[in-house]
């Protein structure tokens, strides 16, 4: 059954459906939601842990966007409430800091964001997105002031971190300049992979 939806989100994703025409906030929810699944499947996490949402949020989302999903899925009466550590505690306020004002999605979205980035992929990839271009575009949509102040294209975990240390008035590079960085690739380099889903889906091609 969980196998099942998770093929399903994913193929909304893809857009294989034509009765889903998701808008951009919804092709990402259900990625997310996508992550959370093959968490819960495994055992690596509830949807609460995979997602930094509430189950009122996740609930919310569920019923908002995908109405016709079945909630037992996600387990969400068998879980408890996110409990964000310091460090994405910290990526939290920096998010919601340049967060649209007034905007739920966007708060949500900074939860979300938040817990994703703790996984070790890239954060598209964290977040189940197909490539950086759609992480891109929803920073810049959510996070406008925050998306513009990378300029030189920086990894954006590398970008979250840097303004996380300078918010703090120190920073972790020993380099008097990124060109004279020896690590240069590791900020700025190619952010290059296969997505999660794409994973799940090969995982169903073995099966």
Known sequence: ???NIAHHCGCLCAGQSPRFKLEFDQHVLACVLSCALEEVETGEATATEATGLSRAELRDVLASSFPTFPFKAFALEEMGEPEPDPEEELLRELLLAHALPGDPASARFAKIIARRAMRNDHLWQDLGLFNRTE???LLAMHFPTLAAGNTQNMKWKKYFYRKLC???????????????C?????????EEGENRLARIKNGFALD
Not at 166 to 173: H, V
Not at 182 to 190: E, V
């Open 135 to 137: 992480l891109s575009r």
């Open 166 to 180: 300078e918010a703090e008035g120190f920073s972790l590079c020993t380099a008097p300049s990124c060109r004279e």
């Open 1 to 3: 059954m969980g196998q």
């Open 182 to 190: 020896n690590d240069f690739a590791g900020c700025f380099g190619p």
